[in-house]
C-alpha cells in the first residue's frame, strides 16, 4: 500500500508563489521516515530542511506543484484561496498512485474538504482512504514530509528572487517590514509592483493606492 502526504507553504506571502508538496512511499517505509526526524517544515532551520529534503529524494516519490502569483492573482477573480489550494492538492494526487493520501486541512470540516477534493479528482480515486486535519504536519510524519517538500521549494524561490532584485527582503510575507520597504521602494523607482507580486493581495493594492495618491500630491 502506498500512503501520499500532501501540505502546501508559501499560501499567504505578498511575494512569489504558493508550492504543493506531496511525498509518497510505500506503508512499510513510514517507520523509516519518521527515523529520520522530520517534523513541521516551520519547526526546522534551512540547514535541516534542506538536509531531509535529500535524504526523503531518496527515500520515497517527492511530488511538486508551483502556482505562480499571476496565476492565484487570476484564479481568485473566479474562487477563494482554499480552492485554489484544492486545485493544487488534486493536482499532485492525480500523478500519485497512492491508496492513501492524508492532507494537512486549510479550512474547519475535514470531511467536506475530503468531498471537494474528490469531486475533482478522477473516478479511480473514489475509493481511496483519505484523511484531512488540521496540524497534520505535526501528526503525521508522511505530510511532515510533504511540508519539507514544499517549503524547501519555496525557499528556494524565494531566494532566486532575492538574487533576481538584489535585496534581501526576508520572508515575503506582509508582516514582514523589508518586504513592505522592498514593494514600496520599487514602486517608487518602476512604477509598478514586481512581477511576482500577488497584486490581488490587500498589502499589494494598499502599496500601489498609496503611490498614486503620492503622484497626485507632487502635482
Not at 16 to 33: A, N, T
Not at 51 to 58: D, F, H, P, S
Amino acid at each position: 500500500m502506498k500512503v501520499l502526504g500532501v501540505d502546501e507553504a508559501g499560501r499567504g506571502p505578498v511575494i512569489g508563489s504558493m508550492f504543493i508538496g506531496g511525498f509518497m512511499v510505500e506503508e512499510e517505509k513510514l517507520e523509516e521516515v519518521e527515523n529520520i526526524g522530520v517534523k513541521d517544515s516551520k519547526k526546522l532551520s534551512d540547514k535541516k530542511r534542506e538536509r531531509l529534503a535529500e535524504e526523503l529524494r531518496e527515500m520515497g516519490e517527492p511530488f511538486l506543484k508551483e502556482i505562480t502569483a499571476s496565476e492565484i492573482d487570476e484564479l481568485r477573480e473566479l474562487m477563494s484561496l482554499n480552492e485554489i489550494e484544492i486545485q493544487g492538492f488534486t493536482d499532485v494526487i492525480e500523478r500519485s498512485d497512492a491508496d492513501k493520501i492524508i492532507v494537512d486541512l486549510p479550512e474547519p470540516d475535514g470531511d467536506r474538504f475530503i468531498r471537494k477534493m474528490k469531486k475533482e479528482l478522477p473516478s479511480r480515486f473514489q475509493d481511496r482512504d483519505f484523511t484531512a486535519e488540521h496540524e497534520a504536519d505535526d501528526n503525521f510524519p508522511i505530510v511532515s514530509a510533504a511540508s519539507i517538500i514544499a517549503k524547501s521549494a519555496r525557499e528556494n524561490h524565494v531566494d532566486e528572487l532575492k538574487s533576481k532584485y538584489g535585496y534581501d527582503f526576508k520572508s515575503g510575507y506582509p508582516h514582514d517590514k523589508p518586504t513592505i520597504n522592498f514593494l514600496e521602494k520599487f514602486v517608487d523607482e518602476k512604477g509598478q509592483l514586481p512581477e511576482e507580486t500577488r497584486e490581488s493581495w490587500s498589502t499589494a493594492e494598499r502599496i500601489l493606492k498609496e503611490a498614486d495618491q503620492s503622484g497626485l500630491d507632487s502635482f
